[in-house]
T-cell receptor, first 112, second 114 residues
Framework: QKEVEQDPGPLSVPEGAIVSLNCTYS??????FMWYRQYSRKGPELLMY????GNKEDGRFTAQVDKSSKYISLFIRDSQPSDSATYLCAPGLNTGFQKLVFGTGTRLLVSP | EADIYQTPRYLVIGTGKKITLECSQT?????MYWYQQDPGMELHLIHYSYGVNSTEKGDLSSESTVSRIRTEHFPLTLESARPSHTSQYLCASRPRTGPNSPLHFGNGTRLTVT
């Protein structure tokens, strides 16, 4: 079983839609949760991170973590064509090497 | 704009050749990493370094080697390239470990071995 499961997509939505991107993970030791965005032919860049269960909002983006069900979500409001990218969830351990484990990424396409 | 640079961006090379993928960062970060990324697959950690003269193998078995003689430079070498090495290689760095220290990635080297 993979440590992090993520639907690879692609997920196609019209401009202005609310987008929900999701991950599940199996290791209950994960303590913090990052979302990276990767544009085509670029390296991933950090979008958001959160430590604990609950919601964290940053502009049009909301990260949500439910540790009890090991479920991570990223919501994008009023999606724009510039949001078209691959979104990777990456839970991490806060001990030892503090490794990040990446999901496969979900490819999002926002059409104008 | 990323402060971590990878060269070359694209490389097509024949089987058996020795290649070195370059990675440099100007941020003074101690910790550096090499990841391998195939289409539709997770990023897999292949090497990491905590600082100068420190290198470790990652989760994914790799026939590549790395060196860290200078803080800013973390090259990856394949002594004899094979078609199975065809992939995208991403270099990353971070100033410290922990949730408030994100990885900074370069734009990758896409390697094709024919």
């Amino acid at each position: 079983q993979k440590e992090v499961e993520q639907d690879p997509g692609p997920l196609s939505v019209p401009e202005g839609a609310i987008v929900s991107l999701n991950c599940t993970y199996s290791n209950s030791a994960f303590q913090y949760f990052m979302w990276y965005r990767q544009y085509s032919r670029k390296g991933p860049e950090l979008l958001m991170y959160t430590y604990s269960s609950g919601n964290k909002e940053d502009g049009r983006f909301t990260a949500q973590v439910d540790k009890s069900s090991k479920y991570i979500s990223l919501f994008i409001r009023d999606s724009q064509p510039s949001d078209s990218a691959t979104y990777l969830c990456a839970p991490g351990l806060n001990t030892g090497f503090q490794k990040l484990v990446f999901g496969t990424g979900t490819r999002l396409l926002v059409s104008p | 704009e990323a402060d971590i640079y990878q060269t070359p961006r694209y490389l097509v090379i024949g089987t058996g050749k020795k290649i070195t993928l370059e990675c440099s960062q100007t941020m003074g970060h101690d910790k550096m990493y090499w990841y391998q990324q195939d289409p539709g697959m997770e990023l897999h950690l292949i090497h990491y370094s905590y600082g100068v003269n420190s290198t470790e193998k990652g989760d994914l078995s790799s026939e590549s080697t790395v060196s860290r003689i200078r803080t800013e430079h973390f090259p990856l070498t394949l002594e004899s390239a094979r078609p199975s090495h065809t992939s995208q290689y991403l270099c990353a760095s971070r100033p410290r470990t922990g949730p408030n220290s994100p990885l900074h990635f370069g734009n990758g080297t896409r390697l094709t071995v024919t």
